[in-house]
């Protein structure tokens, strides 16, 4: 049973950067036809996708985020990362890591989701 | 982008009933939709992919439909289990949700 689990600061001041990670367990990161996908959710609104990695490195991003992104992938530790920089105010959500199906297993869906962290931008 | 529009943002139903949420998106997404479940304060729940596959370990109570642009999410009878916010997300460009309905109790 593959399950996710995200790891890093609770609170970041603004127009710093934040870096999180994303451990899994109970399978290889590397095997299977997987996306590795970031995901953020302010409190009461809506999820908002950030971007996605696969197992080659090849990313794509949230074009409203993208100048803003680095998502990358560690097979050997079984990790992937989201690297934001430049915060503000408005970055302060619940960030979560998620699988995301291919074309051949759940194609566009976030099958499996860790917890979520809460990141709070503020001074 | 494709904006995602779920209607109603609020129901109020009774355990037994049959509810149906509908999705629209602002261009047609053909089948590329998929329908969560979220809990206060745990992650969304995969429930629907594809417009109407079922995950795995999803009550059959739960179905999907609808192709292009219009979709809908049926619960056939309503359990205490289900109250909760519903989300459906496309993923014809990119990925985006919809601002989700929340099913309360009547």
């Known amino acids: 049973q593959v399950q996710l689990q995200e790891s890093g600061p609770g609170l970041v001041k603004p127009s710093q950067n934040l870096s999180l990670t994303c451990s899994v367990s109970?399978?290889?990161?590397?095997?299977?036809?997987?996306?590795w996908s970031w995901i953020r959710q302010p409190a009461g609104k809506r999820p908002e996708w950030i971007g996605r990695?696969?197992?080659?490195?090849?990313?794509d991003y949230n074009p409203s985020l993208k100048s803003r992104v680095t998502i990358s992938i560690d097979t050997s530790k079984n990790q992937f990362s989201l690297r934001l920089s430049s915060l503000t105010a408005a970055d302060t959500a619940i960030y979560y890591c998620?699988?995301?199906?291919?074309?051949?297993?759940?194609?566009?869906?976030?099958?499996?989701w860790g917890p979520g962290t809460l990141v709070t931008v503020s001074s | 982008d494709i904006q995602m529009t779920q209607s109603p943002y609020t129901l109020s139903a009774s355990v037994g009933d049959r509810v149906t949420i509908t999705c629209r998106a602002s261009?047609?997404?053909?089948?590329?939709l998929a329908w969560y479940q979220q809990k206060p304060g745990t992650a969304p729940k995969l429930l629907i992919y594809e417009a109407s596959t079922l995950e795995s370990g999803v009550p059959s109570r739960f179905s999907g439909s609808g192709s292009g642009t219009e979709f809908t999410l049926t619960i056939s009878s309503l359990q205490p289990d289900d109250f909760a916010t519903y989300y459906c997300q496309q993923y014809n460009s990119y990925w985006t949700f919809g601002q989700g309905t929340k099913v309360e109790i009547k």
């Open positions: 109970g399978g290889s990161i590397g095997r299977g036809s997987y996306y």
């Open positions: 990695v696969y197992i080659s490195g090849s990313t």
């Open positions: 261009q047609s997404i053909s089948r590329w």
């Open positions: 998620a699988r995301l199906g291919s074309s051949i297993s759940k194609p566009g869906a976030f099958d499996i």
